[in-house]
T-cell receptor, first 111, second 114 residues
Framework: AQSVTQPDIHITVSEGASLELRCNYSYGATPYLFWYVQSPGQGLQLLLKYFSGDTLVQGIKGFEAEFKRSQSSFNLRKPSVHWSDAAEYFCALSGTYKYIFGTGTRLKVLA | DSGVTQTPKHLITATGQRVTLRCSPRSGDLSVYWYQQSLDQGLQFLIQYYNGEERAKGNILERFSAQQFPDLHSELNLSSLELGDSALYFC?????????????FGNGTRLTVT
């Protein structure tokens, strides 16, 4: 079965601290993976995507993600979080005929 | 700006009514997807169209229908509305049909059913 799991519903970090949001997937072949961010009242914005090749992908706003096939993971990272990063983050997988989204991780940033 | 336009931004209507949500995809994108986002259900895939034809169906109720027109814009029709239909409805577009075509989302239509 194809699925995406984001184990953390909420995460709170202090501004300037590092961030890692977890994403695990289940898929029978090499997946296409994405991270999206949603600010309150807004649509989802694409942060980065993994198709193939280099397992460390760079995205917008200083985010990066690492694809680990052995762990079926695609975790999102940022070295230093800014208050404006407070939002909800969605991991997604491109499966057969549809995209599968995780349930999201809501990030709170403490000043 | 994703290039995907959704109208209206907000819609308030009564139970039993019918509404139409409109979406214009990003220039060059042939696929349109509709999603429903609510607090208790998360982001739910409703339906996908590719170049005017229905390609995939998700958790779309029979009271809901959609279509994609020759100019590639799409409409989502919601009828016999219930309180539980209150949600954010997103349209997204992509060049192809899944695979390595990322989705680009509009800012959504917030539907409130009273």
């Amino acid at each position: 079965a194809q699925s995406v799991t984001q184990p953390d519903i909420h995460i709170t970090v202090s501004e300037g601290a590092s961030l890692e949001l977890r994403c695990n997937y289940s898929y029978g072949a090499t997946p296409y993976l994405f991270w999206y961010v949603q600010s309150p009242g807004q649509g989802l914005q694409l942060l980065l995507k993994y198709f193939s090749g280099d397992t460390l992908v760079q995205g917008i706003k200083g985010f990066e993600a690492e694809f680990k096939r052995s762990q079926s993971s695609f975790n999102l990272r940022k070295p230093s979080v800014h208050w404006s990063d407070a939002a909800e983050y969605f991991c997604a997988l491109s499966g057969t005929y549809k995209y599968i989204f995780g349930t999201g991780t809501r990030l709170k940033v403490l000043a | 700006d994703s290039g995907v336009t959704q109208t209206p931004k907000h819609l308030i209507t009564a139970t039993g009514q019918r509404v139409t949500l409109r979406c214009s995809p990003r220039s060059g994108d042939l696929s349109v997807y509709w999603y429903q986002q609510s607090l208790d259900q998360g982001l739910q895939f409703l339906i996908q169209y590719y170049n005017g034809e229905e390609r995939a169906k998700g958790n779309i109720l029979e009271r809901f229908s959609a279509q994609q027109f020759p100019d590639l814009h799409s409409e989502l029709n919601l009828s016999s509305l219930e309180l539980g239909d209150s949600a954010l409805y997103f349209c997204a577009s992509s060049v192809g049909t899944t695979g390595n075509s990322p989705l680009h989302f509009g800012n959504g239509t917030r539907l409130t059913v009273t």
